[in-house]
């Protein structure tokens, strides 16, 4: 009996760089450390070239464009392929996405998995509208690096020698890579996740338990699909909107924002759940939020809840997106965002 599959893919930015930190210096051996944590349920495994890819900013980054768009659109479509994981972000994925048939995912008879965030925003929210996709809006494992770097250099002085951290960031990160397989070994085998999302009430009234759906994910990438046949995929009518960023600086988060006013946005959201938005180490939170104040309707209230851990951050929490979940809330102005363990279920 052929073993369901895992399918990497490395649509965006290069994953060499992360690759060679954790000793694996090409994707052959990549993989074979993955299929390690993930164990023998799942076979693992991905286009090579694309996982090898290289990046030159200055040379239209990638140069693999139909290569990278026939990989996604082949797991999509393989009936053997039970979860589709990205191992990173970055950049160029957005001038694909016309060469991808997303369709293929209507001829499925059993479900697939589709996790990635931040670049992976278009790709997560066109699939999740599937019926057969599951969305979830969680961490490329790439990402632990700057994220696990980030978080132990806080607050340490630009003096403090970096070969003090570069062995317990390394270290930290293979622990956490292992982990993060495990995790998604439990979702796609229904037994849920353990890393938990939790939300604090910014404002609006909030019901103590209510089921919601989310849409959206990274605020400019959502922000591409606007205008394009792909908007109805964001478009938060009836839905919660899930906004966060990256090293942008608030003129720019402006800018986006007024996008979604223009495009109509607040006023179809039944709820807005904000993500993390810093910029290095400052914290952009309070920044978003006095932004808002001039584009939320004043004749709408509209309900806004903040978690620490969904966004560019580390510890980061999985997030279905298109598929109700429960708001239940767990303490005074609080609420855990949380799903019955077999939602994921693929196998």
């Not at 040379?59 to 979860?83: K, S």
């Not at 340490?156 to 956490?176: C, F, G, K, L, M």
């Not at 402006?254 to 006013?261: F, G, I, P, Y």
């Not at 039944?270 to 004043?298: C, I, M, N, S, Y």
């Amino acid at each position: 009996m052929t073993r369901p599959r895992i399918h990497l893919i490395g649509p965006a930015g290069s994953c060499r760089k992360f690759m060679a930190q954790l000793g694996a210096p090409d994707a052959t051996r990549f993989m074979q450390l993955v299929q390690s944590h993930v164990g023998p349920a799942f076979a693992v495994t991905g286009d090579e070239e694309v996982i090898n890819g290289e990046e030159n900013d200055y040379a239209g980054g990638r140069r693999d464009d139909r290569r990278r768009a026939d990989d996604i659109q082949a797991a999509l479509g393989d009936p053997d392929v039970a979860a589709v994981v990205t191992i990173r972000g970055g950049a160029w994925l957005t001038r694909i996405l016309h060469r991808i048939n997303f369709n293929v995912l209507s001829a499925r008879t059993s479900p697939v998995a589709v996790f990635g965030f931040s670049e992976m925003t278009t790709v997560i929210n066109i699939a999740g509208r599937y019926r057969m996709a599951r969305a979830v809006y969680d961490m490329g494992p790439a990402f632990l690096s700057y994220g696990i770097s980030r978080r132990l250099s806080a607050g340490q002085s630009d003096s403090r020698a970096d070969t003090a951290t570069d062995s317990a960031i390394r270290d930290r990160v293979a622990q956490e890579f292992a982990a993060f397989w495990g995790d998604v070994v439990s979702m796609l085998e229904g037994r849920g996740t353990a890393r938990e999302t939790l939300a604090r009430r910014v404002s609006g009234e909030i019901p103590r338990e209510a089921d919601v759906t989310v849409v959206g994910g990274n605020l400019v990438v959502l922000c591409s699909l606007l205008g394009t046949r792909y908007q109805t995929t964001v478009q938060p009518s009836g839905r919660w909107l899930l906004l966060e960023e990256i090293n942008e600086k608030p003129e720019r988060i402006d800018r986006w924002l007024a996008n979604l006013t223009l495009a109509g946005f607040w006023d179809e959201c039944t709820g807005l759940l904000l993500g993390d938005f810093h910029r290095d180490q400052e914290d952009l939170a309070g920044a978003v939020q006095a932004l808002l104040d001039f584009h939320l309707p004043e004749y709408r209230n509209i309900p806004i809840l903040k978690s620490e851990t969904i966004g560019h951050t580390w510890p980061m929490s999985p997030l279905l997106l298109h598929t109700p979940i429960r708001l239940v809330q767990v303490e005074v102005d609080t609420w855990s965002l949380c799903w019955p363990a077999d939602t994921i279920r693929v196998v």
